[in-house]
């Protein structure tokens, strides 16, 4: 095993508001790592400071030996092998399915147009969605749409794949089309870091759960250890509201 | 498909550029002209007559000067004001517009040998009871921006207790008073004169005041050279006799104050048609009735007119009894030795006429057949004088209608009559045709006593050139002989004088309406074009993550949205030249005003129109590693754009409807067109009406094809 991902003491503040408040994370190859932890407490700033979505504040993120938070680093090329899937999905409306997966590959010209069809076909296949390559991205369910917008995530060949709150907006009959397709990701080995309040895949597929609150990781550990033998009142806390609904 | 979209863009940028190109130095290249403004409609001193070309007393002066000294001019109807402005700025080189030479005015221009006296009086509505300024008080008084009468009346005002409200134009303080919105205005006395001659009710109400006189201006300290050569010139048009002919065209001559106010009595005989004659109202009509009248009108004189009879009227002349006589009179050498004639007003003679199918039309063809003559007629006695060479039989009647009757039921092949006598007959529907030309030509005068009455004659001459140049000699003499002999000329007098109809009016000013909306037109497309480059621009420059350039937009849509039109645009044709000592053509003012205003509105709804795009949809793009460019043009413009579709719509057709306000700077697009229009016939209503639907037309096409492309848009 060896560290993909490594952030010391991250800093996040917006205005006078600290919302990260020095985070230490490393994140091995091919392991799964889901952040838990109520609202509000800086898990999705946390998972967006990784491919500088947000300007991280002071610290470090050192992704394949790479610190990210400086500013002479090409933000465009590290984000190549980060793949993100965001909460709401956000297909590209202007384009149809196929062309929301070839987008990225055809203009960063990592692929032909050609290649990238045959590509995105097979993608869609994996999601369980080949039939849908000419429809619209307005025509899909939210389920269909998210599983949409991980093909189009993985259409650039990412080594680490970002969910921030992946099933969040689903209708719950969707939730498990979208957990599967994760769950079938995470058998192949990818380096995955998961912010979600599905305590069940958390429990199930996760190598390590790390637990946030108030801009700080509070405990980190096993599902079992986590879920089991919460140590932290806090934890212990949260897991009662989530667990008890 | 985009990138045929994207070539016809291309091919339409490329072409806009040569076009601008072309037009910059072409105006250039004409350096050697002066370039001198005037005012858009100061009737008699400037405006477009019924043919569109600006003419008036300024105009004629101006142009005769020019010709003198072998100089070029270039006169631009701008206005009063942007001329003003326009030659202190550099644009124009001169100014002649009716402006009184004032010692401000001094401090500014250089001014050449005053032209003309003038002086500022007030005008009333037509009936008012208004007739001293006391009666003003409290009341609303129209005044012209900018002018000699302005600043009298603005004198007045405390002392007498009146409101002003001022005006552009000369039209808008007559309507403001004809419609009794003010009760009065004051304008420049030829000016209001002018006016009132040609239909304006109103009349004047004061002596003229403030007199002073009207200089051709330049600003200060340049164009000696130009100011030189005016002086010379007008020295020479006054010396020859040019300057009193323009001045007569247009105002009639300044000898009508000898006989103006005065009643002159004028003998004529009893019947005579078509030159006099009772109408079935028992009032005396005819050619000698009208055109008597006409010019006592014009020249400000009163005739009383007396229907003697010929011998007794000539008779009266002689005595004392009557001051003139006009009864169809040949000027003859006897009659020179009593009578002072005026000019010949109309030209007689004998004509022969024969019946409508016959096929006579030569006095050889009517040896052996017999023709009918009326006694003691001058037809009569031509036919007697030649019956021997050309042997023909005569037979005489006691009256017109016997002898016409004889010939259209042709017991007598022809008859022999005075040309307009025959003429009048016909067109009151006697079957007869004229086949000769006139012979035995007798001119016909107006005559006073001999050494009695010169001003009379004077005046009537004077009148009678007026008459003939302003058409109106040529109307009276159509309305009595039908359009027969003076077919063009009834023509082009006839139809602006009479139709004022929609129909009459489009039709009349057809080519001048075309061409404004032409400018319009083309004014609206070349400043969309650069306007939605603008706009796009700084638009776009107020969405990328960069401070500088988002400043930068917010700072240039703040200030040309903020900015009124009518400031820009007078900013930029006459403030730029100032600063930069480089001239504008109006054409490219005005496509450069239209590009900064309605530019910063599209520059507003395209950045709002991004913003208002998801911003997930940003973060989405970012995230899989495209760079902030590609992002905007892939996923962020596309959808952008659509929301902006109804926007840029609505900006085409403010666009259009904005290039009105460029009127101000004298391009001639339409609704200039429609000023000028109104300037020479004050229709007002009708041609604004006019104006006004075809931009709604242009509009309403405008919308259709909007949509459709709106439609096309959707997906």
């Given at each position: 095993?060896?560290?993909?991902?490594?952030?010391?003491?991250?800093?996040?503040?917006?205005?006078?508001?600290?919302?990260?408040?020095?985070?230490?994370?490393?994140?091995?190859?091919?392991?799964?790592?889901?952040?838990?932890?109520?609202?509000?407490?800086?898990?999705?700033?946390?998972?967006?400071?990784?491919?500088?979505?947000?300007?991280?504040?002071?610290?470090?993120?050192?992704?394949?030996?790479?610190?990210?938070?400086?500013?002479?680093?090409?933000?465009?090329?590290?984000?190549?092998?980060?793949?993100?899937?965001?909460?709401?999905?956000?297909?590209?409306?202007?384009?149809?399915?196929?062309?929301?997966?070839?987008?990225?590959?055809?203009?960063?010209?990592?692929?032909?147009?050609?290649?990238?069809?045959?590509?995105?076909?097979?993608?869609?296949k994996t999601v369980g969605l080949e039939e849908k390559f000419d429809a619209t991205v307005q025509s899909l369910s939210g389920g269909q749409q998210q599983r949409v917008a991980i093909a189009r995530a993985l259409a650039m060949n990412?080594?680490?794949?970002?969910?921030?709150?992946?099933?969040?907006?689903?209708?719950?009959?969707?939730?498990?089309?979208?957990?599967?397709?994760?769950?079938?990701?995470?058998?192949?080995?990818?380096?995955?870091?998961?912010?979600?309040?599905?305590?069940?895949?958390?429990?199930?597929?996760?190598?390590?759960?790390?637990?946030?609150?108030?801009?700080?990781?509070?405990?980190?550990?096993?599902?079992?250890?986590?879920?089991?033998?919460?140590?932290?009142?806090?934890?212990?806390?949260?897991?009662n509201k989530i667990l008890n609904v | 498909m985009k990138r045929k979209v994207l070539m016809a863009f291309g091919l339409l940028a490329a072409f806009a550029t040569i076009l601008f190109c072309l037009a910059l130095p072409g105006s250039?290249?004409?350096?050697?002209?002066?370039?001198?403004?005037?005012?858009?409609?100061?009737?008699?001193?400037?405006?477009?007559?019924?043919?569109?070309?600006?003419?008036?007393?300024?105009?004629?002066?101006?142009?005769?000067?020019?010709?003198?000294?072998?100089?070029?001019?270039?006169?631009?109807?701008?206005?009063?004001?942007?001329?003003?402005?326009?030659?202190?700025?550099?644009?124009?080189?001169?100014?002649?517009?009716?402006?009184?030479?004032?010692?401000?005015?001094?401090?500014?221009?250089?001014?050449?040998?005053?032209?003309?006296?003038?002086?500022?009086?007030?005008?009333?509505?037509?009936?008012?009871?208004?007739?001293?300024?006391?009666?003003?008080?409290?009341?609303?008084?129209?005044?012209?921006?900018?002018?000699?009468?302005?600043?009298?009346?603005?004198?007045?005002?405390?002392?007498?207790?009146?409101?002003?409200?001022?005006?552009?134009?000369?039209?808008?303080?007559?309507?403001?008073?004809?419609?009794?919105?003010?009760?009065?205005?004051?304008?420049?006395?030829?000016?209001?004169?002018?006016?009132?001659?040609?239909?304006?009710?109103?009349?004047?109400?004061?002596?003229?005041?403030?007199?002073?006189?009207?200089?051709?201006?330049?600003?200060?300290?340049?164009?000696?050279?130009?100011?030189?050569?005016?002086?010379?010139?007008?020295?020479?048009?006054?010396?020859?006799?040019?300057?009193?002919?323009?001045?007569?065209?247009?105002?009639?001559?300044?000898?009508?104050?000898?006989?103006?106010?005065?009643?002159?009595?004028?003998?004529?005989?009893?019947?005579?048609?078509?030159?006099?004659?009772?109408?079935?109202?028992?009032?005396?009509?005819?050619?000698?009735?009208?055109?008597?009248?006409?010019?006592?009108?014009?020249?400000?004189?009163?005739?009383?007119?007396?229907?003697?009879?010929?011998?007794?009227?000539?008779?009266?002349?002689?005595?004392?009894?009557?001051?003139?006589?006009?009864?169809?009179?040949?000027?003859?050498?006897?009659?020179?030795?009593?009578?002072?004639?005026?000019?010949?007003?109309?030209?007689?003679?004998?004509?022969?006429?024969?019946a409508q199918n016959s096929k006579i039309h030569k006095l050889s063809e009517l040896r052996g057949k017999r023709v009918a003559v009326k006694t003691g007629t001058s037809g009569a006695d031509y036919a007697n004088s030649i019956k021997?060479?050309?042997?023909?039989?005569?037979?005489?009647?006691?009256?017109?209608?016997?002898?016409?009757?004889?010939?259209?039921?042709?017991?007598?092949?022809?008859?022999?009559?005075?040309?307009?006598?025959?003429?009048?007959?016909?067109?009151?529907?006697?079957?007869?045709?004229?086949?000769?030309?006139?012979?035995?030509?007798?001119?016909?005068?107006?005559?006073?006593?001999?050494?009695?009455?010169?001003?009379?004659?004077?005046?009537?001459?004077?009148?009678?050139?007026?008459?003939?140049?302003?058409?109106?000699?040529?109307?009276?003499?159509?309305?009595?002989?039908?359009?027969?002999?003076?077919?063009?000329?009834?023509?082009?007098?006839?139809?602006?004088?009479?139709?004022?109809?929609?129909?009459?009016?489009?039709?009349?000013?057809?080519?001048?309406?075309?061409?404004?909306?032409?400018?319009?037109?083309?004014?609206?497309?070349?400043?969309?074009?650069?306007?939605?480059?603008?706009?796009?621009?700084?638009?776009?420059?107020?969405?990328?993550?960069?401070?500088?350039?988002?400043?930068?937009?917010?700072?240039?849509?703040?200030?040309?949205?903020?900015?009124?039109?009518?400031?820009?645009?007078?900013?930029?044709?006459?403030?730029?030249?100032?600063?930069?000592?480089?001239?504008?053509?109006?054409?490219?003012?005005?496509?450069?005003?239209?590009?900064?205003?309605?530019?910063?509105?599209?520059?507003?709804?395209?950045?709002?129109?991004?913003?208002?795009?998801?911003?997930?949809?940003?973060?989405?793009?970012?995230?899989?590693?495209?760079?902030?460019?590609?992002?905007?043009?892939?996923?962020?413009?596309?959808?952008?754009?659509?929301?902006?579709?109804?926007?840029?719509?609505?900006?085409?057709?403010?666009?259009?409807?904005?290039?009105?306000?460029?009127?101000?700077?004298?391009?001639?697009?339409?609704?200039?067109?429609?000023?000028?229009?109104?300037?020479?016939?004050?229709?007002?209503?009708?041609?604004?009406?006019?104006?006004?639907?075809?931009?709604?037309?242009?509009?309403?096409?405008?919308?259709?094809?909007?949509?459709?492309?709106?439609?096309?848009?959707?997906?």
């Open positions: 095993m060896s560290e993909k991902v490594k952030v010391t003491n991250l800093v996040k503040t917006f205005g006078d508001n600290e919302v990260l408040k020095g985070i230490n994370l490393t994140v091995q190859k091919n392991e799964v790592v889901v952040i838990i932890g109520p609202s509000g407490s800086g898990k999705s700033t946390l998972l967006r400071n990784l491919n500088k979505l947000e300007e991280p504040t002071s610290g470090s993120i050192v992704i394949d030996n790479v610190d990210i938070a400086r500013n002479d680093v090409d933000i465009n090329a590290v984000r190549e092998n980060i793949g993100m899937v965001f909460q709401h999905f956000n297909l590209f409306k202007n384009l149809s399915v196929g062309e929301n997966i070839m987008l990225a590959p055809v203009e960063l010209k990592k692929q032909t147009k050609d290649k990238a069809a045959i590509q995105a076909k097979q993608l869609l990412p080594d680490i794949m970002l969910f921030d709150e992946p099933t969040s907006a689903l209708d719950p009959e969707m939730v498990g089309d979208v957990l599967a397709v994760m769950k079938d990701l995470a058998k192949q080995g990818m380096t995955m870091v998961v912010v979600t309040h599905e305590m069940g895949f958390a429990k199930e597929v996760a190598d390590r759960v790390v637990f946030v609150d108030d801009g700080q990781i509070l405990e980190e550990g096993t599902p079992e250890q986590i879920f089991e033998h919460p140590k932290n009142e806090r934890l212990q806390d949260f897991l | 250039q290249a004409q350096a050697k002209t002066y370039q001198i403004g005037t005012d858009v409609t100061y009737p008699p001193f400037e405006f477009a007559n019924k043919n569109n070309k600006y003419v008036g007393i300024d105009i004629d002066i101006i142009k005769s000067i020019a010709k003198e000294e072998g100089f070029k001019v270039n006169v631009k109807p701008v206005g009063f004001n942007a001329a003003v402005q326009s030659v202190q700025s550099g644009q124009l080189d001169g100014i002649i517009a009716g402006m009184t030479i004032t010692p401000e005015r001094k401090d500014k221009f250089d001014f050449g040998t005053p032209y003309y006296k003038t002086g500022a009086v007030m005008a009333v509505k037509k009936g008012s009871d208004i007739t001293s300024f006391k009666q003003l008080k409290g009341k609303k008084v129209a005044l012209k921006t900018g002018t000699a009468a302005a600043d009298y009346a603005n004198s007045l005002k405390k002392k007498y207790g009146f409101k002003t409200v001022t005006f552009d134009d000369s039209d808008n303080i007559y309507q403001d008073v004809t419609t009794g919105n003010s009760v009065a205005c004051f304008d420049d006395q030829p000016v209001l004169q002018y006016g009132i001659k040609h239909g304006l009710k109103l009349q004047i109400a004061s002596k003229p005041a403030n007199q002073g006189w009207y200089g051709f201006g330049v600003k200060k300290g340049t164009h000696k050279a130009l100011i030189k050569k005016f002086n010379a010139g007008l020295k020479k048009i006054q010396a020859n006799g040019t300057y009193d002919k323009i001045v007569g065209k247009y105002l009639g001559t300044a000898n009508n104050s000898k006989v103006k106010g005065k009643t002159f009595t004028i003998g004529t005989d009893v019947t005579f048609p078509p030159f006099e004659f009772a109408n079935k109202n028992n009032k005396y009509v005819g050619i000698d009735m009208d055109l008597i009248r006409a010019i006592a009108n014009e020249q400000g004189f009163k005739v009383k007119i007396k229907a003697l009879g010929f011998n007794a009227a000539v008779q009266a002349v002689e005595s004392g009894q009557a001051d003139g006589v006009i009864a169809g009179m040949s000027i003859t050498n006897e009659r020179k030795a009593q009578f002072d004639f005026s000019k010949p007003y109309f030209n007689s003679g004998v004509v022969m006429a024969v021997k060479k050309y042997g023909f039989k005569v037979v005489t009647f006691d009256d017109s209608n016997n002898m016409y009757a004889d010939v259209s039921t042709g017991n007598s092949v022809a008859c022999f009559e005075d040309h307009p006598v025959m003429q009048y007959a016909i067109k009151q529907g006697t079957k007869l045709k004229i086949v000769t030309k006139p012979a035995l030509n007798a001119p016909y005068g107006f005559a006073v006593k001999k050494g009695h009455n010169q001003a009379l004659l004077q005046a009537f001459n004077q009148g009678l050139a007026d008459l003939k140049a302003s058409g109106t000699y040529d109307s009276i003499k159509a309305k009595y002989l039908g359009a027969d002999e003076i077919k063009t000329a009834a023509k082009t007098s006839g139809n602006d004088a009479e139709d004022r109809t929609f129909i009459g009016l489009i039709k009349q000013n057809k080519g001048a309406l075309l061409s404004g909306l032409q400018e319009t037109l083309w004014l609206t497309v070349v400043s969309i074009f650069f306007a939605t480059i603008f706009g796009v621009l700084v638009g776009l420059m107020g969405v990328v993550p960069n401070k500088f350039s988002q400043g930068t937009s917010t700072t240039l849509i703040y200030l040309f949205r903020g900015m009124p039109l009518l400031v820009l645009a007078l900013f930029i044709y006459t403030g730029i030249p100032s600063l930069t000592g480089q001239k504008i053509p109006a054409f490219v003012a005005g496509v450069v005003t239209l590009t900064f205003n309605e530019g910063a509105y599209i520059a507003a709804f395209v950045k709002g129109g991004i913003q208002a795009v998801d911003p997930g949809q940003m973060e989405a793009s970012r995230s899989l590693g495209l760079p902030f460019g590609k992002a905007m043009r892939k996923v962020i413009l596309p959808q952008g754009i659509r929301i902006m579709v109804p926007s840029f719509i609505n900006q085409f057709i403010i666009t259009l409807k904005d290039t009105s306000i460029l009127s101000i700077i004298g391009l001639l697009e339409l609704t200039q067109t429609g000023k000028i229009i109104i300037a020479r016939n004050l229709e007002g209503f009708k041609v604004w009406t006019i104006v006004a639907a075809i931009y709604l037309i242009i509009i309403t096409v405008l919308t259709w094809l909007s949509n459709w492309v709106q439609r096309r848009t959707k997906v």
